[in-house]
Antibody, heavy 121, light 108 residues
Framework: EVQLVESGGGLVQPGTSLRLSCAAS????????MHWVRQTPGKGLEWVSG????????DYADSVKGRFTISRDNARNSLYLEMNSLRTEDMALYYC???????????????WGQGTLVTVS | DIQMTQSPSSLSASVGDRVTITCQAT??????LNWYQQKPGKAPKLLIY???NLQTGVPARFSGSGSGTEFTFTISSLQPEDFATYYC??????????FGQGTRLEIQ
């Protein structure tokens, strides 16, 4: 089955860290760029970070630059998001999303996970 | 950053109606525009990519058009399962990826 499954969310205090994971299955993971997108009731959908198929191109939203680190392990078909210095405004449902193209500038999210909730309080 | 403004923010319609949602970009993004559907408690689902291309498996009653700064998303004949929230999203090279604020489509 083609799917993405996120994990690692939870309740943390401001200033602490959390690592999200996304396990991919059913498609050639190393052919595509991957992204993290978050959603809050107040701010809607917000792109957080993207990583190209070979990790050669990485980008972040300004709101998380310097605090979050995206990475991938193609051998394990897994995507990660290391989140440091968490703030209350980082509280959201975090989705892992597959790009339809190998470059992060492909920007077409054709497969999404179910999301993992991060609560900062 | 390129800002995306959707209108209307919410819309009431009936089964069988033709519905149109617009999305306006603050800069020319050519056709770097996608449309997603999101139902409560579910992840967004890609419907239209590159402004006018129908994603595989998506019913043909969904369509998209436009280029530059003005885009339109249309459902030709609303079905009960179409009541959801719809988002536009741009991916222009010169800006971080951004989404519109969403249009909530409700049953009239």
């Amino acid at each position: 089955e083609v799917q993405l499954v996120e994990s690692g969310g939870g309740l943390v205090q401001p200033g602490t860290s959390l690592r999200l994971s996304c396990a991919a299955s059913g498609f050639r993971f190393d052919d595509y760029a991957m992204h993290w997108v978050r959603q809050t009731p107040g701010k809607g959908l917000e792109w957080v970070s993207g990583i190209s198929w070979n990790s050669g191109h990485i980008d972040y939203a300004d709101s998380v630059k310097g605090r979050f680190t995206i990475s991938r392990d193609n051998a394990r078909n897994s995507l990660y998001l290391e989140m440091n210095s968490l703030r209350t405004e980082d509280m959201a449902l975090y989705y892992c999303a597959k790009d339809s193209r190998p470059s992060i500038r492909g920007g077409v999210f054709d497969l999404w996970g179910q999301g993992t909730l991060v609560t900062v309080s | 950053d390129i800002q995306m403004t959707q209108s209307p923010s919410s819309l009431s319609a009936s089964v069988g109606d033709r519905v149109t949602i617009t999305c306006q970009a603050t800069q020319d993004i050519s056709t770097s525009l996608n449309w997603y559907q999101q139902k409560p408690g579910k992840a967004p689902k890609l419907l239209i990519y590159d402004a006018s291309n129908l994603q595989t498996g998506v019913p043909a009653r969904f369509s998209g058009s436009g280029s530059g700064t003005e885009f339109t998303f249309t459902i030709s004949s609303l079905q009960p399962e179409d009541f959801a929230t719809y988002y536009c999203q741009q991916y222009d090279w010169l800006s971080p990826i951004t989404f519109g604020q969403g249009t909530r489509l409700e049953i009239q």
